[in-house]
């Protein structure tokens, strides 16, 4: 089909760039020095008096599902938003600004046809990345501690404190990488909408990053704890709320349909403007 072999076109484009990669490389990076730091005496001793205080045992929790969760945690708010806004913000910007979005229009394809094959290969990206990130994530803390271990998770601000044994815990972790792949689609969709206006690849990204970045420090200001789940960070990071012994499933839902409508729009928007545009000036 004439449609699987331009998405097929997108993908090689996409993925004969060296910046696609460079995502890949710095989590693995990152993982490799928070695994390293972890290793120091004062950090092990933190995570052992919070653990022997609540009555859990160091060796079977401080092991590769925990330490998993602490690199994704702690690791992909910025990066993962970093790397998923770079790729989007190009993917349509870049062809405008060496003149070869010209060129393909010229041939029999829609520009509608052609950004919703790009969005398609955005969504792929972001969801390779994010599951990259999982398994690299996974497997290097457990051959780090030796295994998978017991699951202990702790997040303040969620008032999330709960532990499972391995089986569970990794149900629970495929689950939560498969929704924070869905919720990181909407930082894809934004930087797919700025790269569709007028603007260099680079003004896309940092614009997609800044509205991300605002975003999350409004949301994390306590002045405005009642008023979270305004925020489209708040709902970015349901992903957390899956851990909860009994997830609050209603609240999750809410977040989805919010990322979703979010998602929607910023496409929408991103394609209506892109179908007006002038592209010979």
């Known amino acids: 089909m004439l449609i699987v072999r331009q998405f ?23 993982q490799v020095m928070i695994l390293a ?5 004062r950090a092990k001793a933190s995570i052992a008096e919070l653990l022997e205080q609540n009555g859990l045992g160091f060796d079977d929790h401080y092991m590769g599902l925990t330490l998993a969760i602490v690199v994704i945690a702690f690791s992909f708010t910025f990066l993962g938003g970093l790397y998923v806004a770079l790729i989007a913000g190009d993917i349509v910007a870049k062809e405008v600004e ?5 060129m393909i229009l010229s041939r029999p394809i ?13 969504v792929l990206y972001t969801l390779v990345l994010v599951c990259f990130l999982g398994v690299t994530a996974l497997c290097c803390a457990s051959l780090y501690r030796g295994g998978l271990g017991k699951l202990f998770i702790f997040f303040p ?18 689950r939560s990488i498969a929704c924070l792949s869905f919720a990181t689609l909407t930082i894809a969709a934004m ?11 680079a003004a896309a990204t940092i614009l997609t990053l800044s509205v991300f970045f605002v975003d999350v420090v409004l949301m ?14 708040y709902h970015i990071g ?4 899956t851990y909860h012994a009994y997830p609050p499933w209603h609240e999750i839902v809410q977040s989805v349909a919010w990322l979703v409508g979010l998602m929607s729009t910023f496409v929408v928007v991103g394609v209506t403007h892109f179908a007006g545009r002038d592209l010979k000036g």
């Not at 994390?220 to 960070?233: Q, V």
């Open 220 to 233: 994390n200001l306590p002045y405005f704890a009642e008023l979270r789940h305004l925020f489209m960070s």
């Open 98 to 102: 060496d003149g070869t979005m010209r």
């Open 8 to 30: 097929n076109d997108e993908l090689f484009k996409l993925f004969a760039r060296k910046r696609t990669y460079i995502g890949f490389g710095a989590f693995v990076v990152l």
């Open 238 to 241: 349901f992903w957390v709320r």
């Open 191 to 201: 930087g797919f909408m700025f790269s569709c206006f007028k603007m260099k690849p």
């Open 157 to 174: 601000d969620e008032e999330l404190f709960a532990f499972y044994d391995a089986g569970e815990g990794l149900w629970r972790y495929t």
């Open 110 to 122: 829609g520009r509608v046809r052609l950004l919703m094959i790009k969005f398609a290969a955005c």
């Open 37 to 41: 730091l972890l290793q120091h005496p």
